[in-house]
Antibody
Framework: EVQLVQSGAEVRRPGESLKISCEGS????????IGWVRQMPGKGLEWMGM????????RYSPSFKGQVTMSADKSLSTAYLQWTTLTASDTAMYYC????????????WGQGTLVTVSS | SYGLTQPPSVSVSPGQTVSITCSGD??????PCWYQQKPGQSPVVVIF???RRPSGIPERFSGSSSENTATLTISGTQAVDEADYYC?????????FGTGTKVTVL
């Protein structure tokens, strides 16, 4: 059974850094793109980018390029999303999702990680 | 940047048919798909490649697409279908989500 399990909710202050994770199981982790999706409170889905764990090739949405960094650890079957300097506008639910290959949609989703940035 | 537009909300009576549109430049050639998201849950794909339905998704969900529009249709709508629905497309190197439509079953 394919599963994506994300790390737990986080609370940070503005200016702090953060790294959240997404562990894949039940499939060959290196062979599928992992995407990250932001959902701000009461708002819609926004594609942030994706990473191919085999070679850590990362593609970013223009809206998020330079704002976050995506990485992956093949040995741990885990993808990461990190911020160096959080702001209140980063408060959101963040989902990781596995893309169908070949394909152009995300067939499996993690449960989401709620990030709250507040002073 | 590429954008996909959906109506903010639609309402439907139980047992009736509701259609949700998604508009975008050349959308029919961008592998449109649809996700259902219920409150507090992760999105679930209900239609992919414009018309295909994943296993486990009820037959009442169907999709169609034309040059610039993709449409999700729910036939015989049930109360459990009340949710937010998002279209999504592939634009050369990026995935793009639509603005989302809230479906209310009255």
């Amino acid at each position: 059974e394919v599963q994506l399990v994300q790390s737990g909710a986080e609370v940070r202050r503005p200016g702090e850094s953060l790294k959240i994770s997404c562990e894949g199981s039940g499939y060959r982790f290196t062979n599928y793109w992992i995407g990250w999706v932001r959902q701000m409170p009461g708002k819609g889905l926004e594609w942030m980018g994706m990473i191919f764990p085999e070679d850590s090739d990362a593609r970013y949405s223009p809206s998020f390029k330079g704002q976050v960094t995506m990485s992956a650890d093949k040995s741990l079957s885990t993808a990461y999303l990190q911020w160096t300097t959080l702001t209140a506008s980063d408060t959101a639910m963040y989902y990781c999702a596995r893309r169908l290959e070949p394909g152009y949609f995300f067939e499996y989703w993690g449960q989401g990680t709620l990030v709250t940035v507040s002073s | 940047s590429y954008g996909l537009t959906q109506p903010p909300s639609v309402s439907v009576s139980p047992g009736q048919t509701v259609s949700i549109t998604c508009s975008g430049d050349n959308l029919g050639h961008r592998n449109p798909c649809w996700y259902q998201q219920k409150p507090g849950q992760s999105p679930v794909v209900v239609i992919f490649e414009g018309t295909r339905r994943p296993s486990g998704i009820p037959e009442r969900f169907s999709g169609s697409s034309s040059e610039n529009t993709a449409t999700l249709t729910i036939s015989g709508t049930q109360a459990v279908d009340e949710a937010d629905y998002y279209c999504q497309a592939w634009d050369t190197t990026t995935h793009v989500f639509g603005t989302g439509t809230k479906v209310t079953v009255l």
